[in-house]
T-cell receptor, first 114, second 113 residues
Framework: NAGVTQTPKFRVLKTGQSMTLLCAQDMNHEYMYWYRQDPGMGLRLIHYSVGEGTTAKGEVPDGYNVSRLKKQNFLLGLESAAPSQTSVYFC?????????????FGAGTRLSVL | QKEVEQDPGPLSVPEGAIVSLNCTYSNSAFQYFMWYRQYSRKGPELLMYTYSSGNKEDGRFTAQVDKSSKYISLFIRDSQPSDSATYLCAMSPIIQGAQKLVFGQGTRLTINP
């Protein structure tokens, strides 16, 4: 089972460039999430989705946009990259069982903005 | 002040030692408490999951939650070099719906052979 797959694994951008990070899950999960991880900051939620066609803002949404056109895919876009967006980005998904709402994470995308 | 505080370490102990990792939090609405383990250049993976106060044991790992003190702990017995990783605590204030986890900063742990 692939679980949660993120592409690309690494990317270097110049300030002002745009890019899209792709997250795909094969577990039929309803919920999907995008986080960023920075040294000393832990994981911070950027955006999340509770189902196909729905998205919502997390803790640090500025500078990012997302789309969930298909249940299995969750895209994170940077329209005009800034050095402050240099980070490791993680996608996660979960199935909304009341007893165990566990999030499963991808391997991450390392992004550097020069 | 952050909602969840975790000592970032690094923490280095000899093989076989008992390891104690801790987090404190300020939001009394948190009901679900999790520990994730993250190996270098990998994504976090769930290690332990507890609801409300109490203890939960799984092999060499024990998770404790003390809601009255807003304090959670993860104990690792008979630590192994393969336990070397960053350990993240995470908490959630709701049961159903989108689980908006709040993470601690993570503690980097090294077990020396």
């Amino acid at each position: 089972n692939a679980g949660v797959t993120q592409t690309p694994k690494f990317r270097v951008l110049k300030t002002g460039q745009s890019m899209t990070l792709l997250c795909a899950q094969d577990m039929n999960h309803e919920y999907m999430y995008w986080y960023r991880q920075d040294p000393g900051m832990g994981l911070r939620l950027i955006h999340y989705s509770v189902g196909e066609g729905t998205t919502a803002k997390g803790e640090v949404p500025d500078g990012y946009n997302v789309s969930r056109l298909k249940k299995q895919n969750f895209l994170l876009g940077l329209e005009s990259a800034a050095p402050s967006q240099t980070s490791v980005y993680f996608c996660a998904s979960s199935f909304p069982r009341a007893s165990q709402n566990i999030q499963y994470f991808g391997a991450g995308t390392r992004l550097s903005v020069l | 002040q952050k909602e969840v505080e975790q000592d970032p370490g690094p923490l280095s102990v000899p093989e076989g030692a008992i390891v104690s990792l801790n987090c404190t939090y300020s939001n009394s609405a948190f009901q679900y408490f999790m520990w994730y383990r993250q190996y270098s250049r990998k994504g976090p993976e769930l290690l332990m999951y507890t609801y409300s106060s109490g203890n939960k044991e799984d092999g060499r790992f024990t998770a404790q939650v003390d809601k009255s003190s807003k304090y959670i702990s993860l104990f690792i017995r008979d630590s192994q070099p393969s336990d070397s990783a960053t350990y993240l605590c995470a908490m959630s204030p709701i049961i159903q719906g989108a689980q908006k986890l709040v993470f601690g900063q993570g503690t980097r742990l090294t077990i020396n052979p």
